[in-house]
């Protein structure tokens, strides 16, 4: 038997390792594709459980307290998302399934929940059941050091390229997969700013190529100016208020930037063929460029999606 579900003919799905990734690295983006009328779909690893908790009365629920945070950051996800303006959102596997592994080396790493020891298999049968579902032309996820190291992060990267294999030995694969990047010569222009600010974990690197995310311009695919939606993404970070006080160096960064620091997100791409762009290097303005969708949007199209009955165990 064959059901058809009816989704918008553009369809951006995003794998996020942490309550609060989406907000901070994808924000704008999220926000600009779900206002265009496209299908945005995020789908969380983790709960954040290890987070630190900057909101004192709430502290505790740390995970060697009472290990409430996670939970409570169900809630403070889901009005991020309602913020950006996002309707579809996931856990991988469900709420809980996999734990947030703490930084790189510390003993949470070694919980038997942690998502730093999934099954990659496993984990990624569960992403391959949403893009069965969802059937993204777009996937975006973080580069294979997960912007910066985080275990959960390079987790998330390594579930979601084995999940988009699998869809592609099923003739179903995304026909982009993006990595959140941030090009050398905009960090460059933000170096001052950055060192200025207090309380950044990147304090005392003036060089902007030491900084791990730091990505030569003429590997950035695509730059997505969603200055339009920076307040919704400044709005959707101070919905994580126990992950990002608002005494926040992105936020005194933002306050000395302007819109464009919230709203202009850059990504490389690791699957698919870059569209048209323009600029030196032809950094795209849209991720959908270059596909047939392109464009679509505005009028309100969509796709019927045949979805075999197997693949909604
Ligand atoms: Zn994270």
Same mark, same amino acid.
């Given at each position: 038997m064959t059901v058809v579900t009816t989704l918008p003919d553009r369809r951006l799905l995003l794998v996020h390792a942490h309550p609060d990734d989406e907000s901070i690295g994808t924000g704008s983006t999220m926000a600009h594709y779900a206002a265009s009328g496209a299908h945005v779909t995020l789908v969380t690893c983790?709960?954040?459980?290890e987070g630190e908790i900057h909101v004192p009365e709430l502290a505790g629920l740390a995970a060697a307290e009472a290990d409430q945070l996670g939970g409570y950051r169900l809630a403070e996800l889901a009005h991020a998302c309602a913020e950006l303006g996002v309707t579809d959102h996931r856990f991988l596997? #469900?709420? #809980?399934?996999?734990?947030?592994?703490?930084?790189?080396?510390?003993?949470? *790493?070694?919980?038997?929940?942690?998502f730093w020891g999934a099954d990659l298999d496993e984990a990624a049968g569960h992403l391959l059941e949403i893009l069965r579902e969802v059937r993204p032309q777009v996937l975006i996820t973080y580069d294979d050091n997960g912007f910066y190291g985080h275990p959960d992060h390079i987790q998330a990267n390594r579930v979601a390229m084995r999940a988009v294999e699998l869809a592609a030995a099923e003739g179903i694969a995304p026909a982009k997969v993006y990595w959140t990047a941030m090009p050398q010569s905009v960090l460059e222009a933000g170096m001052t700013h950055f060192e200025e600010s207090?309380? *950044?974990?990147?304090?005392?690197?003036?060089?902007?190529?030491?900084?791990?995310?730091c990505t030569p311009d003429?590997?950035?695919a695509a730059r997505i100016d969603a200055t339009e939606q920076h307040a919704a993404k400044e709005a959707a970070m101070r919905a994580h208020a126990t992950q990002i006080p608002a005494t926040s160096w992105l936020y005194s960064v933002a306050g000395n930037f302007g819109a464009e620091f919230m709203g202009v997100e850059y990504f490389t791409l690791a699957v698919g063929t870059k569209g048209p762009g323009s600029g030196p290097y032809g950094?795209?303005?849209?991720?959908?460029? #270059?596909?047939?969708?392109?464009?679509?949007?505005d009028r309100g199209g969509t796709d019927r999606i045949p979805v075999s009955s197997a693949g909604q165990r």
């Open positions: 983790t709960l954040g459980e596997g #469900g709420a #809980g399934r996999y734990r947030d592994s703490g930084m790189m080396g510390l003993p949470t *790493n070694g919980h038997p929940r942690a207090s309380d *950044n974990p990147f304090a005392g690197i003036s060089d902007a190529t030491d900084l791990p995310f003429k590997d950035i950094w795209e303005s849209d991720l959908f460029a #270059g596909l047939e969708t392109a464009g679509s949007t």
